[in-house]
């Protein structure tokens, strides 16, 4: 038996998983069955539940019309954040490019309803991830369709910058002739360091060596042989710094990122080094930038962007005679607007229906294949979390709980992200009003103190099916189900998955058999005939179906579990008769 201690994930860029929603579509179904994607969407509709969407910023009409096929759509643009705050709590999904801060209150002020921000470009340092997160709200962006456009304003800013086409316009409108003034510098031969060398610095990369320069890059995390395949050395922050001619911005503004090119960075640039910035104003400390360009340090700096859009009037890099400046345009081509709404419309009509999309910022992507192979096994682990729960005495609490996954496949063949996902929301639903999804499984698990650890056991055989167990295990707690509770002390729940349906197949040490569907009831009784008929007398006069019955017992003539799965709920007076049976020692009815 091996711990899992940390996760092998693969992610997937090209692949969609299945999510639904609970707010303002009818089912409280997580993963609809990937054969039927379109159920949820027919009953939102049918029941007259058309999503809205609030579009805050200016998108592409192939957007808009394609989102219009599927949700009211609302394009309100240039809302203050109270107006937004207001407006949210009406909308299911909220589209924004870069100019929108999508801040903790609007997640607090859409009060559940919001189920998905789409960021139509890369960048998401507008929007609150950690709050959308906590909130269960999927934020999904369009990371590929402005990329070329992104990456052909670098160089038209590259060259611009080499050449002092900006002054020099500027000078020739203002009735001067001033050629020996904008003398430039060639590009070709010179060192461009390219900082990121992610989409958008790759492709600069390639271009530049068009140009007839020398490429570098540094990425901490990017692939070597990626690089080397256009023709690209990957070099030390220190090399990148120290030898560049030039240097092209083209990481995300993170806590890692913010300020990287600071006073002491400049410090160490190669004199005279142009910069150029079409990825995140926060990425260079403005004030550090500016005293460089005042030393002659850096000649010269193109800025696309800046640490707060639109900058200040009175903001000296503005309006500094060696800086040529953009507003924000890297991504702003009628290309690339068209294909950016057309990305982020279909990211956002996807996660409506159900599907989250392969872009999604805050939840693991999962391939569809797999998603598919691990569906049923979705549908086991979540109704053991809700068993398992459900079996823990009053006032006992739920705070240690381990998931064992048996299974013939090799560890990292197994990613169980959407089971602990599913387990979480198992356990913590039927005892709250917080609504648990991929997105904010783990987070909520946390806040509500739960310890979730999983394991595995390798079994010998054939690995075709990914699992051939799942076990969920609460320790620390009393049952209301004493035989629930297994030799180990814990109230132990295992399932399978039999003909693509999930089973539950023991109750603490007793095997069972019942397919988890409807409701259950839980009995214990000293194995002796007669027993059986008697509870299906008492639901057969109450028209409760009994779907499916199984009796595990320790011994013939011992104590015997009998388990049976139910269509219609029970009375309470139907269920007192059970319990009044002579023979029966205990019993609970649980809901699935
Ligand atoms: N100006 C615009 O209109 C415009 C348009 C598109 C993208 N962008 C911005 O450009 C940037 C890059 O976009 P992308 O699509 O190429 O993203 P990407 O995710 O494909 O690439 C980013 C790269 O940065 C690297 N990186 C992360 N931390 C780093 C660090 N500390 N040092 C060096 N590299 C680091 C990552 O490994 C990754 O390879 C983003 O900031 C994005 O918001 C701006
Ligand atoms: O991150 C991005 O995609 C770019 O900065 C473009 O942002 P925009 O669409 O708001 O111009």
């Known amino acids: 038996m091996s711990v899992i201690s940390s996760w092998n994930l693969t992610i997937s860029l090209n692949t969609t998983i ?16 990937p054969k039927k994607p379109k159920t949820l969407v027919v009953l939102a509709i049918a ?7 609030l579009v805050a910023e200016k998108l592409g009409d192939a957007g808009i019309q394609l989102l219009r096929t599927f949700a009211n759509v609302d394009c309100s643009y240039n809302l203050s954040p109270e107006e937004l705050c207001t407006k949210i709590s009406l909308c299911d999904a909220l589209i924004v490019r870069s100019g929108t801060k999508v801040t903790r209150e609007v997640f607090e002020s859409a009060m559940g309803r919001l189920k998905v921000v789409g960021r139509a470009g890369v960048g998401i340092d507008n929007v609150d991830i950690s709050a959308a997160t906590e909130h269960g709200c999927l934020v999904v962006n369009a990371p590929t369709a402005n990329t070329i456009a992104a990456a052909e304003h670098g160089i038209a800013l590259l ?43 790759s492709e600069v990369a390639r271009r530049a060596k068009g140009l007839g320069m020398q490429v570098i890059a540094h990425d901490p995390y990017a692939p070597a042989d990626r690089a080397r395949a256009i023709g690209v050395e990957l070099v030390s922050f220190e090399e990148a710094l120290t030898t560049a001619d030039f240097i092209s911005l083209h990481m995300p503004l993170t806590p890692a990122t913010s300020k990287m090119f600071n006073d002491e960075t400049f410090s160490r640039v190669k004199k005279g080094v142009r910069i150029i910035n079409v990825a995140r104003g926060g990425v260079i400390d403005e004030e550090a930038l500016l005293r460089a360009l005042d030393s002659g340090i850096v000649a010269q700096a193109a800025l696309d962007v800046f640490t707060e859009e639109p900058p200040p009037q009175e903001n000296k890099l503005v309006r500094h005679e060696n800086v040529t400046v953009t507003p924000h345009l890297g991504a702003s081509t009628t290309e690339a607007q068209e294909g950016v709404a057309l990305e982020i419309a279909e990211a956002v009509v996807g996660a409506l229906k159900g599907e989250l999309a392969a872009t999604a910022v805050n939840a693991p992507m999962v391939p569809a294949e797999v998603l598919l192979e691990l569906s049923p096994y979705v ?22 709980v381990k998931v064992t996954y048996a299974s013939a496949r090799g560890p990292d063949d197994l990613d169980t992200r959407l089971l602990r996902a599913m387990v979480t929301k198992g356990l913590i639903e039927p005892i709250s009003s917080v609504f648990v999804n991929l997105v904010n499984a783990d987070f909520i698990g946390k806040q509500r103190g739960l310890r979730l650890t999983e394991e595995r056991i390798v079994l010998d055989g054939s690995p075709e099916k990914p699992l051939e167990f799942i076990q969920v295990r609460i320790a620390n707690v009393e049952s209301k189900f004493a035989s629930a509770i297994s030799n ?63 009796v595990g017992r320790i011994a013939p003539g011992k104590q015997a579990v009998m388990t049976i799965g139910l269509d219609e709920e029970p009375s309470r007076d139907a269920l007192k008769k059970i319990g009044e049976i002579t023979a029966v020692e205990e019993f609970v009815f649980l809901k699935l």
């Open 18 to 33: 299945s999510l639904s929603w609970r707010s303002s579509l009818p089912s409280r179904a997580i993963f609809p069955r």
């Open 47 to 53: 029941l007259g539940a058309k999503p809205t969407v």
């Open 159 to 201: 060259t611009a910058v080499s050449r002092n086409v900006a002054q020099a316009d500027a000078s020739v409108k203002a009735g001067k002739w001033e050629r020996n003034k904008y003398v430039g510098v060639s590009l070709v031969g010179k060192i461009l360091a390219v900082m990121g060398f992610g989409k958008v610095g």
């Open 379 to 400: 549908a086991l682990t979540e109704k053991l979390g809700r068993l398992a729960v459900q079996l823990v005495a009053g006032g006992s609490g739920v705070k240690f």
């Open 488 to 550: 180990s002390g814990e109230i132990t729940v295992e399932g399978r998955v039999k003909d693509g349906k999930p089973h539950l197949t023991k109750v603490g040490s007793f095997g069972v058999d019942v397919s988890l569907e409807g409701s259950i009831v839980l009995c214990r009784q000293s194995d002796q005939p007669g027993i059986i008929g008697k509870v299906g007398n008492i639901l057969s006069e109450e028209n409760v179906n009994v779907n499916f019955m199984s």
